[in-house]
């Protein structure tokens, strides 16, 4: 079965956001809405070693996402390969999902009133293509695949590397892994 997953090597990011305006020209997303931000922390150190890191966030794909779960009228879907995305027909815009997720990756586009999300660029996906903000990161910071497929990329750097997962904690079983490390450094 497939499993998709993204692997973020922070050790890579540098922080040049391509993958956030990349992400919000395919979506064609609202001004204020972004579905993959790039938080950056530091510098650290004293100079002249200083250094700083770039942490690349977006939906999880949690395996057991509560966004899914509270969604009164089923707009909010997963499929059989994990991917999470809300269907625009179904959504009411009450918010249930953005409040169920412990990521603050939901958004309500004032516009339409619906719900709106990450969704791996399943069409592209689904088309053997990778996401938009796996395409366009010149690093290679960012990593997509499938999970389940041991000759993934994604599959032999999870088995093979330290990974962390965000809020893991919390049992939402999140399906974005992160290779820690400085910034730019990979």
């Not at 997303?29 to 650290?44: A, E, K, R, S």
């Not at 707009?75 to 994990?82: F, V």
């Given at each position: 079965m497939t499993r998709f997953a993204m692997v973020m090597d922070t050790r890579?990011?540098?922080?040049?956001?391509?993958?956030?305006?990349?992400?919000?020209?395919?979506?064609?997303?609202?001004?204020?809405?972004?579905?993959?931000?790039?938080?950056?922390?530091?510098?650290?150190g004293i100079y002249p070693q200083l250094h700083m890191n770039h942490i690349p966030l977006m939906c999880m794909h949690c395996a057991e996402s509560p966004c899914v779960h509270v969604c009164p009228t089923g707009?909010?879907?997963?499929?059989?390969?994990?991917i999470i995305w809300v269907d625009p027909v179904s959504c009411i815009g009450c918010g249930a999902c953005i409040a169920a997720c412990p990521y603050d990756m939901r958004h309500k586009d004032k516009g339409s009133g619906v719900c709106m999300k990450c969704d791996f660029c399943k069409?592209?996906?689904?088309?053997?293509?990778?996401?938009?903000?796996?395409?366009?990161?010149?690093?290679?910071?960012?990593?997509?695949g499938d999970?389940?497929?041991?000759?993934?990329?994604?599959?032999?750097?999870?088995?093979?590397?330290?990974?962390?997962?965000?809020?893991?904690?919390?049992?939402?079983?999140?399906?974005?892994?992160?290779?820690?490390?400085?910034?730019?450094?990979?």
């Open positions: 890579r990011c540098v922080g040049c956001d391509s993958c956030t305006i990349a992400c919000k020209i395919q979506n064609d997303l609202p001004l204020q809405i972004f579905f993959n931000p790039v938080v950056t922390d530091g510098p650290h707009a909010s879907k997963q499929d059989d390969d994990g069409d592209r996906v689904r088309k053997r293509q990778e996401p938009h903000c796996v395409w366009t990161c010149h690093q290679r910071a960012r990593i997509f999970l389940d497929d041991p000759n993934s990329e994604v599959s032999r750097l999870v088995a093979s590397l330290r990974t962390e997962r965000l809020l893991a904690d919390l049992g939402t079983d999140p399906q974005v892994y992160y290779i820690v490390g400085t910034g730019g450094q990979g």
